[in-house]
């Protein structure tokens, strides 16, 4: 049997997940698509964290039991995390909050269960299809990391 690089990344996962190295969590709502649909199940792995351009499984800065998943567009020198949405239309990030504080990030998200194979790492591309007549739905990563600088 030949078995995909892919799909050995996404077994060890949930050997890590069965093994209770990896957390399981429910995407709520529609922040973080087309990378992350509302229902579908992810794993979080709370010992890595994670790095720009990667999801993130971190504590809503005005309610410490709500968790949100958001992806990372930069770190701040204070060692403040700076999140996004892929949808930005359809949820709130740092661009309303400010950066997060160092403790509130818990993890990273590392498979959805839903779609083992799907990427996680990349960002939907700027005027790809998920753009419409106001341009794209998700900002470029280093534009918001510069602006942020500001």
Not at 34 to 44: A, I, K, W
Not at 58 to 72: E, F, M
Not at 119 to 127: C, I, K, M, V
């Amino acid at each position: 049997m030949i078995v995909s690089q892919p799909t050995l990344g996404a077994l060890r996962q949930v050997g890590w997940w069965a093994l209770g190295r990896r957390r399981r969590f429910r995407v709520v709502g529609p922040s973080m698509e087309p990378t992350l649909h509302h229902g579908e199940f992810v794993l979080v792995d709370r010992a890595q964290p994670p790095v720009p351009g990667e999801l993130a499984l971190a504590r809503h800065p005005d309610d410490a039991d709500l968790l949100v998943v958001k992806r990372v567009a930069a770190i701040t020198p204070e060692r403040a995390w700076v999140l996004t949405s892929d949808n930005p239309a359809a949820g709130t990030d740092s661009r309303q909050w400010g950066p997060l504080a160092p403790g509130a990030v818990l993890g990273r998200v590392v498979l959805v269960l839903d779609r083992p194979g799907a990427r996680l790492d990349q960002p939907p591309p700027a005027g790809g299809p998920e753009a419409d007549e106001a341009g794209p739905r998700w900002p470029p990563l280093p534009a918001l990391a510069r602006w942020l600088r500001r």
